[in-house]
C-alpha cells in the first residue's frame, strides 16, 4: 500500500527518525541543563575564592576540599537545616546551601557585614540566596534562640587551628578554648567523634 505514492515502509522509517529526534533533543537539552547547573555552581564557588584571595585576611577561609567534604556530607544524610558558624566571605555557606534541597534553610552567623558583603551576591547569583538566613550577631546570641537549637543534630567545627592546639602557648585562648573543645567531646558519651586533618581540621560529632 501506498499513500499519494510514498510506501507504508518509508512512512514507519521517517516517522521513527523524527521521534528519535525529538527524543533526542529534548534529552541533550535537560543532560546540557544539568551540565550548564553543574559549572554554574562551580564558577560561583571559583568567583567568591577569587574575591576572598583579595582579602589580607584569606588565610582563615574554610579549606576548599574541606568545604566539598562538609557538602558532600550533607548530601549524603540529605541535609534539610543546617548552622553556619562563621561565614567570612561565605564559601562553605555557597556550597552547603548548594546541596541543600530548594526548601532547606541555612543559618549563617557572622558578626563581619563587610566580610559577608563580599560573597552575598554569589549566593544570589548561584540561585540559593533564598535558603541562607544570615544572622549579624554573635553566634551564641543566635543560637540561644530555642527552635535554633534544636536544628544542633550533627554539627563540624575547626577542631586542629594549624596545628597549634598540640601545644596551646599560655596566652593563646583562642587555641586553647579549642583544646578544651577537643577534651570535652572526646568524653561526650552522647556522640560519636571522628577527627579529620583536612584543611586546619575537622571534627565530626554524630549525636547518638
Ligand atoms: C575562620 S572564619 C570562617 C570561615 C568560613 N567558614 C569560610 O567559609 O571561609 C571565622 C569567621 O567567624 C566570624 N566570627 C568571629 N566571632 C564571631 C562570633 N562571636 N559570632 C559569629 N561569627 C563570628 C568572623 O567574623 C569570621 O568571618
Not at 537539552?29 to 564558577?43: A, V
Amino acid at each position: 500500500m501506498s499513500l499519494r505514492g510514498v510506501s507504508k515502509d518509508a512512512l514507519v522509517a521517517s516517522a521513527t527518525i523524527g521521534l528519535l529526534l525529538t527524543v533526542g533533543y529534548y534529552v541533550g537539552k535537560s543532560l546540557r541543563m544539568d551540565i550548564f547547573k553543574s559549572h554554574s555552581s562551580s564558577l560561583r564557588r571559583l568567583c567568591v575564592l577569587q574575591r576572598t584571595m583579595e582579602d589580607e585576611l584569606n588565610r582563615i577561609m574554610v579549606a576548599c576540599e574541606q568545604s566539598q567534604f562538609m557538602a558532600n556530607l550533607a548530601r549524603l544524610i540529605r541535609a534539610e537545616k543546617a548552622i553556619e558558624i562563621g561565614v567570612y566571605t561565605g564559601y562553605n555557606a555557597l556550597s552547603i546551601a548548594l546541596a541543600l534541597p530548594q526548601d532547606g534553610r541555612l543559618v549563617a552567623c557572622d558578626v563581619s557585614e563587610e566580610f559577608t558583603n563580599i560573597g552575598k551576591p554569589f549566593w544570589k547569583e548561584a540561585g540559593v540566596a533564598h535558603k541562607v538566613d544570615l544572622r549579624l550577631q554573635p553566634a551564641l546570641r543566635t543560637l540561644g534562640n530555642p527552635p535554633l537549637r534544636s536544628m544542633v543534630r550533627r554539627f563540624q567545627d575547626s577542631f586542629n587551628s594549624l596545628g597549634r592546639v598540640i601545644r596551646p602557648a599560655e596566652d593563646d585562648l583562642e587555641t586553647k578554648s579549642i583544646d578544651q573543645l577537643n577534651k570535652k567531646l572526646h568524653k561526650d558519651a552522647r556522640i560519636s567523634l571522628s577527627m579529620l586533618t583536612v584543611g586546619d581540621g575537622l571534627t565530626l560529632a554524630f549525636k547518638l
